[in-house]
Nanobody, 125 residues
Framework: QVKLVETGGGLVQPGGSLRLSCAAS????????MGWFRQAPGKEREFVAA???????YYTDSVKGRFTISRDNAKNTVYLQMNSLKPEDTAIYYC???????????????????WGQGTQVTVSS
């Protein structure tokens, strides 16, 4: 069982930055694929970024060059540094984790069995 807790959301002006953190419980964090997803009002949950247990990194096209995902296995934490934020980045951001073998890619929400409660990010002037 893994518990995920996201922090770091808030209100920021367009062009600003935020860093989200996702702290995970458990002793085998280093073996988990970790992902960030987001869901805006009236829209489906969408993939943002992921870092696999060996360290491969993936981004959705709309955040490439602006967002950076990283993990610190010693702290059981994954981060999402978000720069040059735009109003369309406004959403609830969720952290996800799983270590089970899967044919699903890291961008598929159904690949993950563990989810955090989400943290609100609002980009507005």
């Amino acid at each position: 069982q893994v518990k995920l807790v996201e922090t770091g959301g808030g209100l920021v002006q367009p062009g600003g930055s935020l860093r989200l953190s996702c702290a995970a419980s458990g002793r085998t964090f280093s073996s988990y694929d970790m992902g960030w997803f987001r869901q805006a009002p009236g829209k489906e949950r969408e993939f943002v970024a992921a870092v696999s247990w060996p360290g491969y990194i993936y981004y959705t096209d709309s955040v490439k060059g602006r967002f950076t995902i990283s993990r610190d296995n010693a702290k059981n934490t994954v981060y999402l540094q978000m720069n040059s934020l735009k109003p369309e980045d406004t959403a609830i951001y969720y952290c996800a984790a799983d270590s089970s073998p899967s044919r699903l890619g890291v961008s598929a929400a159904s690949r993950y069995g563990y989810w955090g409660q989400g943290t609100q990010v609002t980009v507005s002037s």
